[in-house]
């Protein structure tokens, strides 16, 4: 048998992440929470360590936040801010549940002020929920997306702050409100994404942006396929992603499959649960 090496190569990274100790769905704030929805807190907590664990065996750093017992999302540490280059735009959340996330964020970066320089922001932003970066594009772009929680005016805020170019996307199907949840960055160069979550001016922009996006399908969006996180080679997706993971590892990456079923009863995923750091 002929073993092909993936030809891919991973680049060391940090992440935040915030055990879900405290999870629950007690209100609803998109289509994927329902409060009569039975939630195990213990299995989510077991599921959760499993992520942590595999992206530390994949020789990630991964610093851990303290859960706040009031704040049953604040496992969706990819929400509560988004930096580049070491400059940090603090998020500021649409609803008032939410809130309290945003202060213990920027405690966590006030507290490495050597490391981070950290602007609160005026505009309301859900962090790396609608912000995603790829360094190597175009010398280093963000993609923004609004529709649902970021307000657009924030996307011009994070231009500010983090002086790179910012391309606003709109969203347009309520499952899929947050940018991570319809789009993910494979490397430093490119994404896959999911069309119709997108407006078509949007599409057409990611098109001319980048040819050679993976495309995704509306099954690999409903099974948050899109909400992965990428070291450039091993791409973490959760166990629903079976086909998306055969068409990613055709394509020279190594799907590395975890079990999040819990935390899909609040709309997340992979991605939402973790914060990168680039320092
Ligand atoms: N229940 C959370 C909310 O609706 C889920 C957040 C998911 N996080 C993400 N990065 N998409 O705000």
């Given at each position: 048998m002929i073993v092909t090496e993936p030809a891919r190569t991973a680049r060391p990274r940090t992440y935040?992440?915030?055990?879900?100790?405290?999870?629950?769905?007690?209100?609803?704030?998109?289509?994927?929470?329902?409060?009569?929805?039975?939630?195990?807190?213990?299995?989510?907590?077991?599921?959760?360590?499993?992520?942590?664990?595999?992206?530390?065996?994949?020789?990630?750093?991964?610093?851990?936040?303290?859960?706040?017992?009031?704040?049953?999302?604040?496992?969706?540490?990819?929400?509560?801010?988004?930096?580049?280059?070491?400059?940090?735009?603090g998020a500021r959340f649409r609803y008032p549940q939410r809130s309290a996330e945003a202060d213990v964020h920027r405690a966590f970066y006030l507290a490495r002020a050597d490391k981070w320089r950290f602007v609160a922001p005026t505009q309301v932003n859900e962090g790396e929920g609608d912000f995603a970066y790829l360094p190597a594009a175009h010398g280093g772009l963000i993609l923004a997306g609004y529709g649902f929680r970021?307000?657009?005016?924030?996307?011009?805020?994070?231009?500010?702050?983090l002086g790179r170019p910012v391309v606003s996307l709109r969203l347009v199907d309520p499952r899929f409100y947050h940018l991570d949840t319809a789009l993910a960055a494979l490397d430093d160069a490119n994404i896959i994404y999911y069309p119709d979550a997108f407006s078509e001016s949007s599409r057409a922009v990611l098109r001319q942006l980048?040819?050679?996006?993976?495309?995704?399908?509306?099954?690999?969006?409903?099974?948050?396929?899109?909400?992965?996180?990428?070291?450039?080679?091993?791409?973490?997706?959760?166990?629903?992603?079976?086909?998306?993971?055969?068409?990613?590892?055709?394509?020279?990456?190594?799907?590395?499959?975890?079990e999040l079923a819990e935390l899909k009863k609040g709309g997340g995923s992979v991605k939402c649960c973790m914060a990168e750091l680039r320092g």
């Amino acid at each position: 048998m002929i073993v092909t090496e993936p030809a891919r190569t991973a680049r060391p990274r940090t992440y935040l992440m915030c055990p879900p100790e405290h999870f629950k769905v007690e209100y609803v704030i998109n289509p994927w929470m329902h409060t009569d929805t039975p939630v195990d807190t213990a299995l989510a907590v077991k599921q959760w360590q499993r992520l942590h664990d595999t992206v530390v065996d994949l020789g990630h750093e991964v610093h851990v936040l303290a859960p706040g017992d009031d704040l049953p999302d604040m496992v969706f540490a990819a929400n509560g801010a988004f930096s580049v280059d070491g400059v940090v735009y603090g998020a500021r959340f649409r609803y008032p549940q939410r809130s309290a996330e945003a202060d213990v964020h920027r405690a966590f970066y006030l507290a490495r002020a050597d490391k981070w320089r950290f602007v609160a922001p005026t505009q309301v932003n859900e962090g790396e929920g609608d912000f995603a970066y790829l360094p190597a594009a175009h010398g280093g772009l963000i993609l923004a997306g609004y529709g649902f929680r970021t307000e657009p005016a924030a996307h011009s805020e994070a231009q500010e702050v983090l002086g790179r170019p910012v391309v606003s996307l709109r969203l347009v199907d309520p499952r899929f409100y947050h940018l991570d949840t319809a789009l993910a960055a494979l490397d430093d160069a490119n994404i896959i994404y999911y069309p119709d979550a997108f407006s078509e001016s949007s599409r057409a922009v990611l098109r001319q942006l980048f040819p050679d996006a993976v495309v995704a399908t509306e099954d690999d969006a409903m099974a948050f396929g899109l909400n992965l996180v990428s070291d450039g080679r091993n791409v973490l997706l959760n166990t629903d992603c079976g086909p998306l993971a055969t068409r990613l590892a055709t394509a020279g990456y190594n799907p590395v499959l975890v079990e999040l079923a819990e935390l899909k009863k609040g709309g997340g995923s992979v991605k939402c649960c973790m914060a990168e750091l680039r320092g």
